[in-house]
């Protein structure tokens, strides 16, 4: 509109310069008139006069108007100059803003437009207080109403073109502005910006509606329908497949599966055998309902335009982790395998051990210094210390070993065990150490505080011992290790155990003859070795009484109390047999006829 004035403008100056031009020439040519005639002839100046008179004050208004003409003419020239330097002027304001703009969508990033997934164009300009994101956002939300509107038709597309801005319109609603900004930015002219988006959101208009219009969502409410009535359709049948097979299923596995066996325990018998073929039928038809539940879910959320993208999220429920579980085990193969062929070499070192422990025990195989009931304890140690070794070994190729939480969770575990574990440790190392320093083994008599008897268990962790009432006493080896022991068996085979006993005598009787009858009593025991010989000690001479101890070698520790049992009934035969009480005198006194303290039967004739 600018360009047509400005074309108008300098066409009507020129048109008045052209005839202020012609009125002065014409003038001219009048003066030149006037004064032929005045020349040629004297006689017409009479006539002239009168007309002279006339013509002066045309003349004069001839003139008037001429300087007037000539005036608007210079003010038309200075303004039309004027206006041509303006116009220059806005083009080169143009010009460089339009360098500008183009400088700037080097580095600027604008709006875009996206709508579905689908990028429709970028907006770079404000438009009064709106920003291109508010905008894009407001566009996006109009082109969303009126795509998704429950209509059979979709309202036209089309621009609306005024002094500011050329609308996008979609019936009454102003979809997106452009204004002259935006075509600078995208360097075209304003209605032709607008135009071409009008094409390209009428398009995405027309999608959206046949996505999600009314026929769309009957469309899609009918395919629901109709993917729930197979579906139930489908449990119904497979549910009643399997009722109908599943007995005779059982029954010709039942024939054709026998009985586990290990040993002599039946593990799963015909019963057992027929439940579990039960319980196996169940579980295969439920994961049949799950697969096609697997199916169905996600297609039944696929037919529907709004959760169609819930269609992906359901099935990335179901799929991610079987996916990532089997990604993550198709990667650990090589660290299995490492640990596989760890497994395997520690296994068969295990069984080297073991046969030479075997060996060594038996006493096949014979070391100096190494004793053969080492052979099994230290077997256990070095069994322990290999699986410990193993472990470090692997324990880098479990998977997660080197994250935080699976490192937590092993230092919080171990902290646990060795907080609870204290007194355990103690025992075994108890254990450990009893088992090199050898006090005792297995079916020794030994003697623990009050405890004493034979040795029936020996662990890492407790001894057993059974006493001579056939009490079976358990001992932590924390307070064997802490207390004294007595191993009687260890030294009747190597020096024989002295049984020994004491009795007491008054000062009345010979301590040669007390000595004799101590001696043929221990003689006359079973089971006091005759070398080396019983001997006699008198250990204490007190006020009214002597102290003898009779002391004998027996290589019998197991049967220890009997031969102190024999021991004293014999020491009573002899002593009752040659007249002498067996007593502890505190005061002498006279009998007056007081008869012996000696059985009737058994008194010296």
């Known amino acids: 509109m600018r360009k047509i004035y400005m074309r108008c403008l300098m066409l009507w100056a020129a048109i008045v310069i052209a005839s202020a031009g012609f009125a002065q020439e014409r003038e001219d040519e009048r003066a030149e008139e006037s004064v032929g005639v005045e020349v040629s002839g004297v006689s017409r100046m009479s006539e002239m006069d009168s007309i002279m008179a006339a013509n002066d004050s045309v003349t004069r208004e001839l003139r008037h108007q001429i300087q007037e003409l000539k005036l608007q003419g210079i003010l038309m020239q200075e303004q039309l100059e004027k206006s041509g330097a303006d116009a220059r002027e806005d083009s080169l304001r143009e010009a460089t803003r339009r360098q500008r703009i183009d400088s700037l969508r080097q580095v600027t990033q604008g709006s875009p437009l996206v709508v579905e997934g689908d990028t429709l164009l970028v907006i770079y300009a404000r438009k009064g207080g709106m920003q291109p994101e508010a905008r894009t956002k407001a566009a996006q939300k109009r082109i969303l109403e009126v795509g998704k509107s429950l209509k059979l038709f979709t309202d036209s597309i089309y621009v609306f073109d005024s002094e500011e801005s050329s609308d996008v319109m979609a019936g009454e609603t102003v979809i997106l502005s452009v204004t002259h900004l935006d075509a600078l930015w995208n360097n075209t002219d304003r209605m032709e910006l607008a135009n071409r988006y009008c094409e390209i959101i009428g398009k995405k208009v027309k999608e959206l509606h046949e996505a999600y219009g009314l026929r769309q969502k009957m469309k899609s409410f009918g395919l629901v329908a109709l993917i729930v009535l197979v579906q139930v359709i489908l449990i119904l049948v497979t549910n009643w497949i399997f009722r109908r097979w599943k007995f005779r299923l059982t029954r010709i596995l039942l024939r054709n599966i026998r009985p586990i066996s290990i040993k002599d325990y039946t593990l799963l018998d015909r019963r057992r055998v027929g439940v579990a073929i039960i319980m196996l039928l169940n579980a295969v038809r439920l994961m049949m309902v799950l697969l096609q539940l697997l199916i169905s879910i996600p297609l039944l959320f696929s037919v529907i335009p709004e959760t169609k993208t819930l269609t992906y999220t359901v099935f990335g429920y179901l799929w991610s982790p079987l996916k990532d579980i089997f990604i993550s085990v198709v990667n650990y193969l090589p660290d299995l395998f490492k640990i596989i062929v760890i497994i395997f070499c520690f296994r068969y070192l295990l069984k080297a051990v073991r046969y030479f422990a075997d060996e060594i025990g038996s006493g096949k195989l014979k070391i100096n210094g190494f004793y053969a009931d080492w052979a099994m304890p230290t077997y256990t140690v070095l069994r322990v210390l290999l699986y410990s070794f193993m472990l470090v070994m692997i324990w880098p ?95 009747a085979h190597r020096y024989g155990v002295i049984v020994h006993t004491k009795i007491t005598i008054g000062y009345d009787e010979p301590w040669k003859k007390i000595e004799r009858l101590l001696l043929e009593a221990a003689e006359a025991t079973d089971g006091i070795k005759k070398h080396p010989k019983p001997y006699v000690r008198v250990t204490s001479l007190d006020d009214f009484y002597v102290e003898y101890e009779i002391n004998g070698y027996t290589d019998r520790a197991r049967t220890l109390p009997a031969v102190y049992s024999a021991l004293h ?18 005061i002498e006194a006279r009998r007056d006829n007081l008869p012996l303290q000696i059985p009737p039967s058994e008194k010296p004739k």
């Open 569 to 586: 009934a014999n020491i009573l035969d002899h002593f009752h047999g040659a007249g002498v009480e067996i007593m502890s005198p505190h």
């Open 397 to 491: 190729l479990l998977p997660s070993s080197n994250s935080e939480v699976f490192q937590g969770v092993s230092v919080f575990i171990g902290l646990i065990v060795s907080l609870g574990s204290t007194s355990i440790v103690g025992n075994v190392m108890a254990g450990l150490v009893m088992t090199y320093m050898r006090p005792f083994h297995i079916g020794d008599y030994i003697r623990f505080g009050d405890v004493e008897g034979e040795v029936v268990e020996k662990s890492m962790l407790v001894t057993r011992v059974r006493t001579r009432k056939n009490e079976i006493v358990t001992i932590p080896n924390s307070n064997m290790m802490s207390s004294q022991t007595s191993n009687f068996s260890s030294s």
